[in-house]
């Protein structure tokens, strides 16, 4: 790779060994990718290092290496959610507290750190961090060191930044650097779509479904969405950016999908439209059917197959303030419908801190959740599934991500509403 | 029966093991999520969703795969791994290698101090041939020789 004599310097060990070491690692990791020199990041990080857990981020020794060496990222950073350890809102036994409690033992110290690195605050924990209320809203055009496989999504295909899909540690590295390899979907060539995905279903399907169905196909190309400009709005209202962030966090996880276009909507796609095709790109026709056949064909992984549900997660990833009045209104109804107050199945709704603040600010959604016994937490599911914890409970979702890395059963929005009222599946 | 393949050595090394191999895509997370907690010489995939690995050990095997997949947080496990002995030795790419996958081994190799061997670019027709279980030997330039029934 061509470094600039800055680089060279920093690669020289002018700035000190560790800075040294992590542009070397920058300049590997951008020959690996075969790029033929860095580029500057323009924009503040969004990482998916939240949780002290050696194997999931960077180990306590190699941060406090970090802020020992005075290292700090160009700008501020957000992280992926906290882990949950808000106990009372996921009706855990106490020898899950008491593992939680061992696993996270550094959480507190690990998240100091951080905050030395270039942490923006101490509430930056979400996999939404372009909601208004957390604000880490990047610009179109910028070039981005993100990981978090819903959050690159998104910053590529609904804001027009450019970030490719790195890993944990590798992330840090680079906004520690504020350099990127110039490669993937930093540059134009690789942004153009490579499979047109033709959606011909009755009526808008759900996002959590068609993206995987398209990740499932697609992998880690770049599809060209094409039957949804109808129902969404090339405005980008909350809704759609809604129904565009679960679309793509399900792509991602089903597949290894950094950036789509959905035609008349995401910005690329309204300036370019069908000429983002390359001329030998591929078909994929999705209808009622594809749809069908997808979600029936998910194996039911519970101990026992038969089980009533003994929990209900809901927002992974992470939900608006509007998605959360949804599932409020719709729970509050199916109770009423039934004559019950409350949820049967304990269901926790997960959102981001500054998300949680708003909803309990603005009153009726959380008033009516409260009152349903349905709890709101801040938190991510998914670490209650790391070493087998929940392995025991029939838990149930509404997220593909979930249902992929851990043994929750999927079910649609509306059928999780009548179970968790009902308590039958 | 043996056949010669050749790559491109990002992380050269030469070492030999048994092939594991995921004709789709591989999802580091969901593989490894189970292994990267406690030690265990065993590295046993996790991942439903893969037909092929899905309750196989991949420890100590030369992971086969046309890229990987899922969530970033599979980038930090390479490293763990490493750490706790129980990595495959080598992970040979059929594609360039994604940027996930490259982030994560590049890291581990680097601050770990134990490199998991890498070639990537061996083509299609490599992953198609190569069946689990056959012996893979790795050379530091990047050539890959698969000897077994189906080879």
Redesign the interface.
């Known amino acids: 790779m061509r470094l600039t004599p800055i680089e060279e310097c920093v690669l020289a060990g002018d700035e000190g060994p560790v800075p040294a ?1 992590v542009m ?2 920058v300049v ?2 951008g020959e ?3 790029a033929d020199r860095l580029v500057d990041v323009t924009g503040g990080g969004h990482m ?2 939240a949780y002290a ?6 180990s306590l020794e ?1 941060l406090e290496e970090f802020v020992a060496a005075g290292l700090r990222t160009a700008y501020p950073f957000t992280l992926d959610p906290r882990p949950p350890l808000d106990y009372g809102n996921w009706s855990l036994r106490d020898d899950q507290v008491a593992v939680l409690d061992d ?1 996270y033992r550094d959480q507190a110290r690990y998240e100091q750190l951080l905050l030395e690195l270039g942490l923006r605050d101490p509430e930056a924990f979400t996999c939404r961090p372009f909601l208004d209320e957390v604000g880490n809203v990047p610009r179109k055009g910028d070039v981005l060191a993100w ?3 819903a959050a ?1 999504v998104y910053a590529n295909s609904v804001l027009g930044a450019r970030t ?8 840090l ?1 680079c906004n520690l650097t504020g350099k990127v390899p110039l ?2 979907l930093i540059t134009d060539e690789a942004r153009r779509a490579t499979w047109l995905i033709e959606v011909r279903t009755s009526e808008l399907p759900l996002p959590q479904v068609l993206g995987a169905a398209i990740g499932r196909r697609v ?2 190309d770049v599809p060209y969405v094409t039957g949804l400009d109808g129902a969404l709005d090339p405005g980008l209202d909350l809704p759609t950016r809604d129904y565009l962030n679960e679309l793509g966090t399900a792509c ?2 089903a ?2 999908v950094g950036l789509m276009h959905v035609q008349g909507v995401t910005p690329e796609a309204i300036e370019q439209g069908q000429a983002l095709l390359v001329p030998d790109h591929r078909t994929f026709v999705v209808d009622d059917d594809v749809l069908a056949d997808l979600t029936a064909s998910y ?1 039911v ?1 519970w101990r026992d197959g038969e089980a009533s549900p003994e929990g209900c997660y809901l927002g992974c990833p992470h939900l608006s303030a509007t998605q959360v009045e949804w599932w409020a209104a719709s729970i509050g109804a199916a109770l009423r419908a039934r004559g019950r107050k409350k949820v049967v199945v304990p269901t926790t709704i997960c959102v981001a801190p500054q998300t949680l603040g708003r909803v309990k600010n603005d009153g009726s959604a959380a008033a009516e959740l409260e009152e349903a016994g349905v709890r709101l937490s801040a938190g991510c599911p998914m670490q209650l599934f ?3 914890l929940s392995d025991d409970k029939a838990i149930i979702t509404n997220s593909t ?1 979930l249902r ?2 851990t043994n929750a059963r999927f079910f649609p929005d509306r059928r999780i509403v009548e179970i968790v009222v009902s308590g039958e599946s | 029966m043996c056949r010669a393949f050749r790559g491109r050595p ?1 992380l050269p090394g030469a070492v030999s093991g048994p092939a594991a191999v995921s004709h ?2 591989f ?1 580091t ?2 593989s490894f ?2 292994s ?3 030690p265990s010489p065993h590295a046993i995939c996790a991942d ?2 893969n037909e092929d690995l899905h309750g196989l050990d991949l420890a100590g095997a030369v992971l086969c795969v ?12 390479w ?3 490493v ?1 706790l002995g129980n990595a495959p030795r080598a992970v040979l790419f059929a594609q ?9 081994l ?2 581990a190799a ?2 770990t101090g134990g490199t998991i061997v890498v070639v ?1 670019r061996l083509g299609d027709e490599f992953l198609t041939s190569v069946r689990s279980g056959d012996e893979i030997t790795i050379g530091r330039d990047g050539e890959v020789a698969v000897r077994g029934p189906s080879a």
């Not at chain 1, 857990?53 to 960077?58: A, D, E, H, K, M």
């Not at chain 1, 490719?164 to 992330?171: F, L, P, S």
């Not at chain 2, 046309?66 to 496990?77: E, L, R």
């Not at chain 2, 360039?96 to 994560?104: F, K, Q, T, V, Y």
């Open positions: 070491r070397g690692t590997q990791y690996a990718l075969g998916v290092i857990l050696p194997g999931i981020g960077p190699m696993m990981s978090e496989s690159v490719n899909r790195n890993g944990a540690v590798m992330d590295l490669s993937g992998l880690d991602a996880t597949g290894a194996p992984l790391d070493n087998g991500k992929s890395y | 990002v789709g895509g999802n997370y969901a999520f189970k990267i907690h406690v439903s969703g046309p890229a990987t997949t899922g969530s970033t947080s599979g980038g930090g496990v490293q763990r791994l750490t360039s290698i994604d940027s996930l996958a490259a982030g994560g590049i890291v680097l601050w990537d």
